[in-house]
């Protein structure tokens, strides 16, 4: 399909683009013993690599894709099966990029389906937040186009999940669920004035301040446009981080048992069929998760608060 490319602004051929890349669907495939994966947009629709649409034009796919390549081999894969030696990888440019290409995607599909009136990421009507995101979104085009770097949205942060997990008193369900194989997005506002982009991977955080200030909060390791080290150890999750996460787990297992209400029984059964199909469920990191069978409390007392509570 013929059609202009968001980054290059140039006439292309159009492809189905991930939100999300396909290498982090295929790893938790490999880890959950099925390859059935539901879009909280549309949950009853099921996927095998996860979502996608009519996005990016060939050559942008391909520029985007290397990156992706190198974040999967040198931080994703490497740090969710616990073998980064010392917990610390060297990179250079391919991390920046990618950073900035899947703080980007975000923006630009949350557009899409707000422009839908399907799943709302952020509304024009509160036009500080539009603008900045709209601003945020340019600068990252051009840097993802020809490589100039972002003046006033260049600080990225990653922060590792893997710890997280021992600050709570007991295992849920929802909770690990969220924290190892869910994908989340959204933007983080907290009373100091922080803006930031907040983009959920299975046991990461990625962070993309949506300002060129210094944060209030810790959010992570910084990422570096020229490269470094990164050490994937940390532990360091200031209360304000720590009950936003909440909010999201909150958040996620609202719609999800909100979903669960809207299937037919015929419709669930299949979902259990197809997974009980695979050999390797029981003894795989999603088999274990759903062997947990405690819940944690999620409380709505109005439309705008969401209270996660745990023992």
């Known amino acids: 399909m013929k059609g202009i490319c968001p980054i290059t602004l140039k006439e292309s051929d159009i492809r189905d683009s991930h939100i999300f890349p396909k290498f982090m669907y295929e790893y938790l495939s490999a880890h959950g013993g099925n390859r059935n994966f539901i879009d909280s947009t549309n949950p009853k629709k099921i996927s095998q690599n996860g979502t996608k649409t009519k996005m990016l034009g060939a050559e ?25 030696l010392n917990n610390e990888v060297e990179y250079g440019e391919e991390f920046f990029f990618y950073t900035v290409s899947q703080l980007w995607r975000l923006i630009y ?58 600050i709570i008193p007991s295992r849920y369900f929802e909770i690990e669920f969220y924290i190892k194989r869910c994908f989340d997005s959204n933007i983080f506002g907290s009373d100091t004035g922080d803006r930031v982009m907040y983009c959920k991977l299975p046991n990461m955080i990625i962070w993309g301040l949506l300002s060129d200030c210094e944060p209030h909060w810790c959010y992570g390791k910084k990422i570096n446009v020229d490269g470094g080290v990164l050490n994937m150890e940390f532990d360091q ?43 390797n469920l029981k003894n795989s990191e999603l088999g274990e998760i759903l062997s947990l069978r405690k819940m944690p409390i999620v409380e709505r007392p109005d439309e705008d608060t969401i209270i996660l509570r745990i023992e």
């Open 60 to 84: 942008t796919e391909e520029s985007f894709g290397k990156r992706e390549k190198w974040f999967a081999e040198n931080i994703f894969i490497p740090y969710n099966e616990k073998r980064l």
């Open 109 to 166: 599909y949350n557009e899409l389906i707000s422009m839908r009136d399907e799943h709302p990421f952020f509304n024009p009507d509160y036009d500080e937040l539009y603008e900045l995101c709209s601003k945020a979104k340019e600068e990252w085009r051009v840097f993802l186009n020809d490589g100039k770097i972002p003046q006033h949205f260049s600080n990225f942060y990653i922060m590792p999940l893997n710890s997280f997990l021992s």
């Open 237 to 279: 999750y200031d209360d304000e981080i720590v009950e936003y996460i909440y909010h999201r787990i909150g958040v996620n297992s609202l719609m999800m048992r909100e979903d669960a209400q809207n299937f037919s029984e015929k419709h669930v059964k299949k979902l259990y069929e197809k997974m009980s199909k695979s050999p």
